[in-house]
C-alpha cells in the first residue's frame, strides 16, 4: 500500500475516474506533512495525462481559496503548518494546557485552540506564557489541534521590567511595557534603587482595588547609561547579550586556520565593501573579463565568504550559542553578536591585508548577465582593500580610489561586471519597492543627535547583487548534491490580501491581473504607473503590506520577491546561523575538509529553521522598540509642537502617523477627528466621514500636534491638524451610523442616532 491511501485510495487503472474534491481535501486534511501535488498524485495512482487534470482540480481549489500552498505543500487554507510555534495561554477545565499559533490574522479567522499534549517526561514542562515549537494533528476533544512539543523556546518571564519613581506618596514602578500598569513599590525594600533606575520586579496581586504591588528583584542600572534603552528591549525580548564563559573560553582558544586543504587565493586582489561604520566583513568581491572566446563580453565573478565554520565545528560550546541566539542584532547604540568578538570581529572578519580562511565560489556570467556556471572553492585569502560604500561609489563615478592602481583596476572591473549582471537582473525583474530607511545618529550621552536618509547608491546594489548570485550558487549545489540544506523562501501573496490589493487598486483606477502565474513584475508595473502620481508613496506601502514575510524553510518554494526558484543565505555566516548550516552543508557535499554538516541532520532542520525564523523576527522586534523609545525620548521636549508626516496605518480605531524627518510613529485615535462618524473602509484603507464625506486615507500627507510622548513605552500620540479629502456624495457612505461606527468620543452610536 502506498503511503497515505488508507481512507482515500482507489484502484489505479485508468478507466477509474480521478478523485473528487471531497477526497482530495480528505487526503490533505489526514496527511498535512505529505500533501505537495507529488503526494497527491502518488497516493491516488495518478500518472500521465491525469496529471493534468488533477492540476487543474488544485488550481481551481486554490483560486476558490480553498487550500493554500505553504512551503510546497498543500493544506487547507485555514490549516496551521504541521511544525509551528505556539503560546501557551491557559488551561481547560481539565487542567490540561491550551494554545493558540503565535502567528494568526484576523482575516484568517478565529484563533485555533491547540491542546498541548503532556509531554513524556523528557526536559522541562511549559507553563502559561511560554513559547514551544510543536508538531500539530488536526481535532481533539473541543479543540482544533493536538500539539505534541518539540521543543521549548523560552520561558515566560518570571519578573516585568520598570522604572522606579520616587514621590511624596511612596514608590512606583512605571513599566516598560505600554500594557501593563504602574506598580506600588515598598520604599524599605528598595535594594538601593534611585530614581530613575531600571530595575526587574516580581508582581504580586493588591488587593480587590487599587494598584497590584511589586518586590524589587535586581537593580539593572541607570536609565540614564548610554545603552539603558537597547537592554530594555534586549531583557523584554529574551535576547542573550552576555556569552557564558565556557563560549569565550572557547573563542579565546581557537587558533588562526592554517593553508591545509586549502586553494592560496592571497594574491587575488579581492575588497570588502562594507558601512563605513563595519567591524566584522563578511563577504569580499573581485571580478575579471572572461577570456573564453566562447562567451565574449561576459565576466568571471568571485565572492568569498568568511568560512566561520573552521572554527565553530557542530554542537561545540560556540555552535550552541550561536544557534541559541539565531543571528546578530543590530541597534542604534550596540551590536549584540551571534559570536564572540575573537571570532566575529578578528579570526574571521575579512580585514585589509590579512590572511583570513574563506569560502569562494566563481560564477562566470554571459554578456546578458545569465550564470553560465559556477564552482565553490575552500581557500585562504588577503583582501587588498577595505572600502566603504561612499569609497567605493567615489571611485566608480572615476574618482581616485585608494589602495593604489591595483585596487582601482578591480574596481573598473567589478563596476564592469555589474553592468553586465544588471541585465540578469532587469530581465529577471524582481520586486523593486521605493522605500527609503532612515538612521538615528546617536550622541556619547546615548540620545539622538539628527536622524538621515542615507543615499541609495550604485556601490550596495552591485554587493546586493553579488551576494543574490552566491547565494542563487550555493542553493543550486546543494540541491544537485541532493544535500540537505535552510533555503530562504518567500511565498507568494496569500489570496486575501491579493483580493484587498484590488479592491484598493480599483478604487485608484488600477488593477491587478486574476488569473495565470502572479510575478514582481505585475507589481512593479503597478508601481511604475504611480510613481509619478499622489498615490505613488501610498501604493509602496499598500504593496509592501500585500506580501508574505520571508522565512527559514527545509522546503523550497522559491522566492518570490526576488523572482527566483530557489535561494538560500550563504553570504553571512558571522552574523547568521542559516549561512552557517549553508556553508557546512557545502563543506560535507564536496568534500572540502572539516567542519561539514554531520550526517543526519537533515532530520533536525525543520526544528532548527522554525527557530531561527522566530529568533529574526524577534531581533526585528527588539530594534523596532529600541527606535521606538529613542524617538519618543527624543521628542519628549517637544510636546505641542506640529509636524508633517503621512499616514502610514489606518484601523477601526484610529490612523497610525509616520513623521517625515524622524520617521517616528505614532497615533490618532479615531474620537479626536471631528463630531463625524468615521466609517473604516478596509478596501480603500481609509476611514470616511459618513456625513461630511471627509476621507484619510493610507499614504495622505498630513500634519499632526504632538499631543503626549511616552519615551518608555515608545509610543506618541498625535491630534491630526490637516483636513482629509472630501468625496462627491455617491462614493460616500450612506446616511446613519452603522455597525463598527463610532462617535467622536470613540463610542459605538445606537442605532438611528445621527
Known amino acids: 500500500m502506498e503511503l497515505g491511501v488508507a481512507k482515500t485510495t482507489r484502484p489505479k487503472s485508468a478507466d477509474r475516474p480521478l478523485p473528487t474534491r471531497e477526497e482530495i481535501l480528505a487526503y490533505i486534511a489526514d496527511h498535512p506533512a505529505n500533501a505537495s501535488r507529488r503526494d497527491i498524485a502518488r497516493a491516488f495512482g495518478i500518472k500521465g495525462a491525469d496529471r493534468v487534470a488533477l492540476k487543474a482540480t488544485l488550481k481551481t481549489l486554490a483560486d476558490e481559496g480553498i487550500v493554500a500552498r505553504r512551503q510546497g505543500r498543500l493544506q487547507r487554507a485555514d490549516d496551521l503548518p504541521p511544525v509551528t510555534v505556539i503560546s501557551v495561554t491557559g488551561r481547560d477545565g481539565d487542567g490540561e494546557l491550551i494554545g493558540e499559533p503565535m502567528e494568526w490574522f484576523d482575516e484568517q479567522g478565529p484563533t485555533p485552540r491547540i491542546l498541548i499534549a503532556p509531554g513524556k517526561g523528557k526536559g522541562p514542562a511549559p507553563g502559561i506564557g511560554d513559547r514551544v515549537l510543536a508538531r500539530l494533528t488536526k481535532g481533539g476533544d473541543d479543540v482544533d489541534y493536538t500539539a505534541r512539543i518539540i521543543k521549548l523556546l523560552a520561558r515566560k518571564p518570571a519578573t516585568q521590567l520598570g522604572v522606579v519613581r520616587i514621590a511624596p506618596s511612596g514608590a512606583r514602578i512605571e513599566p516598560v511595557d505600554r500594557k501593563q500598569k504602574e506598580l506600588i513599590a515598598d520604599t524599605d525594600a528598595l535594594k538601593g534603587a534611585k530614581e530613575g533606575d531600571l530595575v526587574s520586579v516580581t508582581v504580586s496581586r493588591g488587593g480587590r482595588y487599587g494598584l497590584d504591588r511589586a518586590r524589587i528583584d535586581e537593580v539593572i542600572g541607570s536609565m540614564k547609561n548610554e545603552k539603558a534603552v537597547s537592554l530594555i528591549a534586549l531583557l523584554s525580548h529574551g535576547i542573550p547579550h552576555q556569552f557564558p564563559d565556557a563560549v569565550l573560553k572557547a573563542a579565546e582558544a581557537a587558533k588562526p586556520a592554517t593553508m591545509r586543504g586549502r586553494e592560496d587565493w592571497r594574491k587575488v586582489p579581492l575588497v570588502t565593501i562594507d558601512p563605513a561604520d563595519a567591524k566584522d566583513h563578511d563577504d569580499a568581491v573581485f571580478a575579471e573579463p572572461d577570456t573564453d572566446p566562447d562567451n565574449e563580453g561576459g565576466f568571471i565573478v568571485t565572492v568569498a565568504i568568511a568560512d566561520v565554520s573552521a572554527y565553530v565545528r557542530p554542537n561545540s560550546p560556540l555552535d550552541k550559542e550561536a544557534l541559541k541566539r539565531g543571528n546578530s542584532v543590530y541597534f542604534p547604540d550596540r551590536v549584540v553578536p551571534m559570536l564572540p568578538e575573537r571570532i566575529s570581529n578578528d579570526l574571521c572578519s575579512l580585514r585589509e591585508r590579512e590572511d583570513r580562511p574563506a569560502l569562494g565560489v566563481r560564477m562566470v556570467f554571459s554578456a546578458k548577465g545569465r550564470k553560465r556556471r559556477h564552482a565553490f572553492h575552500r581557500v585562504m585569502m588577503r583582501s587588498a582593500a577595505k572600502l566603504s560604500y561612499e569609497e567605493a561609489q567615489k571611485a566608480f563615478d572615476g574618482g581616485k580610489a585608494k589602495g593604489g592602481k591595483t585596487v582601482a583596476k578591480a574596481l573598473r572591473d567589478l563596476w564592469n561586471a555589474y553592468t553586465v549582471v544588471r541585465r540578469g537582473r532587469s530581465d529577471r525583474s524582481p520586486l523593486e519597492l521605493d ?96 510613481k509619478q502620481t499622489e498615490h505613488g508613496a501610498l501604493l509602496s506601502e499598500v504593496v509592501l ?210
Do not use: C
Not at 656 to 671: I, R
Not at 697 to 721: H, S, Y
Open 435 to 530: 522605500l527609503p530607511e532612515r538612521k538615528l545618529i546617536l550622541g556619547r550621552d546615548g540620545a539622538i543627535e539628527r536622524v538621515t536618509i542615507p543615499a541609495r547608491l550604485e556601490s550596495h546594489r552591485l554587493i546586493e547583487e553579488f551576494m543574490i548570485q552566491a547565494n542563487v550558487a550555493a542553493a543550486e549545489t546543494l540541491e544537485s548534491h541532493k544535500s540537505p540544506l535552510v533555503y530562504r523562501i518567500h511565498d507568494t501573496p496569500s489570496l486575501a490580501k491579493l483580493e484587498a490589493l484590488r479592491e484598493f487598486l480599483a478604487s485608484i483606477d488600477l488593477t491587478l491581473p486574476k488569473s495565470g502565474n502572479l510575478r514582481p513584475s505585475h507589481f512593479n508595473r503597478i508601481l511604475e504607473r504611480a
Open 545 to 754: 503590506r500585500t506580501q508574505s514575510q520571508a522565512e527559514y524553510h527545509p522546503e523550497n518554494i522559491g522566492h518570490f520577491g526576488l523572482n527566483l526558484r530557489r535561494y538560500a543565505h550563504f553570504t553571512s555566516p558571522i552574523r547568521r546561523y542559516a549561512d552557517l548550516i549553508v556553508h557546512r552543508a557545502l563543506i560535507a557535499a564536496l568534500k572540502l575538509g572539516a567542519g561539514g554538516l554531520p550526517k543526519g541532520f537533515g532530520d533536525a532542520l525543520p526544528e532548527i529553521a522554525a527557530q531561527i525564523s522566530a529568533s529574526e523576527r524577534r531581533a526585528m522586534a527588539a530594534e523596532r522598540d529600541t527606535i521606538d523609545r529613542l524617538v519618543a525620548h527624543w521628542l519628549a521636549d517637544r510636546v505641542g509642537g506640529t509636524f508633517a508626516g503621512r499616514i502610514a496605518g489606518v484601523t477601526r480605531a484610529g490612523l497610525f502617523v509616520k513623521l517625515d524627518d524622524t520617521g517616528a510613529d505614532g497615533f490618532v485615535p479615531l474620537s479626536t477627528l471631528g463630531t463625524d462618524y468615521y466609517v473604516y473602509d478596509e478596501a480603500r484603507h481609509a476611514v470616511i466621514g459618513r456625513e461630511s464625506g471627509e476621507m484619510h486615507q493610507l499614504g495622505d500627507p498630513v500634519e499632526v500636534k504632538l499631543i503626549e510622548a511616552a519615551p518608555l513605552a515608545g509610543a506618541l500620540r498625535f491630534e491630526l491638524l490637516s483636513e482629509g479629502r472630501i468625496l462627491p456624495r455617491k462614493e460616500r457612505p450612506k446616511s446613519g451610523p452603522r455597525r463598527g461606527d463610532k462617535d467622536r468620543r470613540g463610542r459605538k452610536p445606537k442605532r438611528g442616532r445621527r
